[in-house]
């Protein structure tokens, strides 16, 4: 059963509670104002120059941003949670933590998610006390590293082993603990930005090294947790940073308290700016979901690896594509396991494996494993290495079937979830189901850190809202599928090309399992990242010139021509008009920039004949079979479960 969005109160009721919330907050900021002494706070500020304050200030709500962030991921699949709503989140509470006495605000976390999503209570309590310890647990390991007495590369080192034993044993012992690399990135982040903008004004304000203002913004952070006795005239906030300040360095609590006020009064101000952007900001709602039975939705909830297809497929047949190359420790076992996650399979399937010039013995495996499962596995050897676009497309060329899965060879994705994938592309009348691996178990330089950077520059060029484009599990309709030519290293835009013949609303994304390389040695690195940026050009060039190049060309041709014809007709009035233009360089620029524009005017036109003469031909393959593939009947080569 759907969960039900809550219902909004009457404008009046809303208006009202505007202006209760309004008033609480200035009062709390004019007790806040009258505990401290603003006198000294103006008299620290003229101290420090204007774009100190400015970058303070610009770190300061990059924290917010990050802490947003964190939220973001934290319900984005509970939540329909943009950044607008939550930023909104992230600064209304963090405004109320500051302004409230004894942590009260706490409960406005709890109140916002509860009034508008219908996020329970509980639910709640948990995300906010796991948000909190990750909080302490980041400090703690800040705060181990500025205190260890030894060389810097010490305490980095000593902070990092404190972040894996964080982020790898702790959510072992409890689900309070958070395991997400994701969020702790964005923590981190947060308290970096934040700690570092509150450090930098108290070095100009104080006669200290940057271990001691580090201390001393650690400290004003910590003082809300730590039972300190404040001097008279200043708050928790001030005391934190004398005590901070003092632990490493000789000044008096005097001389520190004015930077201390300086500081916490800048944070509050610029809080509570975040906090009347914020006002502005969408409310939070439910993500929608689909009216479906009380079963369907508990599987939508329902952990990756536990998932099932349900209901009922449509008749249809599947063929699997697996390209490999030199992956001889793992080709059989790859066979073995799409054969026992598809034995049940109700629908008759194929599986086709293309050797992309292998040479460690891929093909001999490829061939003995598939002679032991049945004419329904076939091999399509490769005449050399065409890499791994040109291998997919020999695969699909040779699939026969109404539905195309293609997946890699390596034993990182799993066969399991080629039904739920399949499932979903025929319930949901899709032309693609895209893998989103959430849980990737790759390195972090070598395969995570470029397939990030790619999948960035591909949703930016393409406008596609993919997640994760570098996935090789893909569910296809085959119909649409067959009417695009993969070339290059285009297997990563195959979403991009199908947007050419079909709708990005007939496409979704899918979670995964991803499992970390069990043999056999990866072939992707870091050069990847700069193919794939060429063939970013290439992709853009062909989506959005592909069928008409002579616009491209012609453009750039004519705004050449134009510019050098603009620039000779000038030095013809100035010769006109006597003057020599002889020696001027302008005439050189003027009469290249038109010779630019007629060849690239020219370019157009030949690649416009070009374009029509290939259009008049059959489609070209990017790849040679050593010898082609063996003419099945339409009922040959299938496997259908056995009947009982």
């Not at 009922?312 to 030199?326: C, D, E, G, I, K």
């Not at 930016?460 to 085959?478: E, H, M, N, P």
Request: aromatic letters at 8%; charged letters at 15%; a positive charge.
């Amino acid at each position: 059963m759907n969960p039900q969005i809550p219902a909004i109160p009457a404008p009046g009721v809303m208006s009202a509670l505007r202006w209760l919330t309004s008033l609480l907050g200035i009062a709390a900021l004019a007790w806040i104002l009258n505990s401290i002494d603003l006198a000294q706070a103006l008299q620290a500020w003229r101290g420090v120059p204007l774009w100190v304050w400015m970058l303070c200030a610009l770190g300061l709500v990059g924290s917010h941003v990050c802490r947003a962030g964190r939220l973001m991921h934290e319900w984005r699949n509970r939540v329909s949670m943009h950044w607008g709503a939550a930023w909104r989140l992230s600064v209304r509470h963090s405004a109320w933590v500051v302004l409230a006495p004894l942590r009260a605000g706490e409960g406005i976390y709890l109140w916002t998610l509860k009034r508008e999503a219908g996020i329970g209570l509980r639910e709640a309590s948990v995300s906010l006390m796991r948000l909190r310890l990750q909080d302490a647990l980041t400090l703690s390991i800040i705060t181990a590293g500025a205190v260890y007495p030894g060389p810097w590369p010490g305490r980095v080192l000593l902070m990092f082993a404190l972040l894996i034993v964080c982020i790898t044993g702790l959510p072992r012992l409890s689900p309070l603990f958070d395991a997400s690399r994701v969020r702790w990135i964005w923590a981190i982040s947060n308290w970096a930005l934040k700690l570092t903008a509150i450090a930098m004004p108290l070095l100009w304000m104080l006669p200290v090294e940057p271990l001691s203002a580090g201390l001393a913004a650690l400290g004003g952070e910590l003082a809300a947790a730590l039972p300190l006795q404040p001097p008279a005239g200043l708050g928790p906030y001030e005391a934190g940073v004398i005590l901070g300040m003092q632990w490493h360095s000789d000044l008096a609590w005097q001389s520190i308290a004015a930077a201390a006020i300086a500081v916490h009064l800048l944070s509050l101000l610029v809080t509570l700016f975040c906090a009347c952007v914020a006002a502005m900001m969408p409310r939070l709602r439910l993500s929608p979901l689909p009216d479906t039975s009380t079963e369907e939705t508990i599987s939508a909830l329902t952990p990756v690896s536990e998932r099932h297809i349900q209901g009922h497929l449509l008749q249809h047949h599947l063929s699997v594509v697996v390209p490999m190359f030199n992956e001889a420790e793992n080709a059989a076992l790859q066979l073995q396991d799409i054969g026992e996650a598809l034995a049940d399979y109700p629908m008759p399937w194929e599986l086709i494996v293309v050797d992309d010039g292998s040479t460690d013995g891929t093909s001999r495996a490829l061939r003995a494993q598939a002679l032991l499962m049945g004419e329904h596995v076939r091999v399509l050897e490769l005449s050399r290495n065409f890499r791994q676009t040109a291998a997919m497309q020999a695969g699909i060329d040779a699939a026969r079937g109404d539905v195309i899965v293609t997946m890699d060879g390596d034993r990182q994705n799993d066969p399991r979830d080629i039904p739920r994938l399949v499932a979903r592309l025929l319930d949901e009348d899709l032309d693609l189901v895209a893998g989103w691996r959430q849980e990737r178990q790759d390195g972090l330089l070598i395969r995570k850190l470029p397939s990030w950077v790619a999948n960035r520059l591909i949703r930016k060029v393409s406008g596609l809202k993919f997640q994760d484009l570098g996935c090789s599990l893909k569910a296809f309709r085959g119909s649409v599928l067959r009417q695009v030519r993969l070339y290059g290293e285009m297997h990563r835009f195959i979403p991009a090309w199908l947007a050419t013949v079909t709708s990005p609303g007939r496409m979704a994304e899918e979670p995964v399992n991803h499992h970390a390389r069990r043999a056999g040695h990866s072939k992707y690195g870091l050069s990847r990242t700069f193919r794939v940026m060429v063939d970013l050009l290439a992709m853009v060039y062909f989506l959005r010139f592909g069928t008409r190049p002579g616009h491209f060309f012609g453009g750039i041709g004519l705004a050449f021509a134009a510019a050098g014809t603009a620039i000779l007709a000038y030095l013809v009035v100035l010769k006109m008009l006597g003057e020599s233009i002889g020696g001027r360089p302008l005439l050189w620029l003027g009469f290249f920039a038109v010779l630019a524009g007629v060849q690239m005017l020219t370019t157009g036109v030949l690649a416009e004949i070009l374009m029509r003469t290939y259009v008049d031909r059959q489609a070209a393959r990017s790849y040679h079979l050593r010898a082609e593939p063996t003419q099945l009947s339409p009922d040959q080569g299938w496997y259908a479960e056995p009947r009982r």
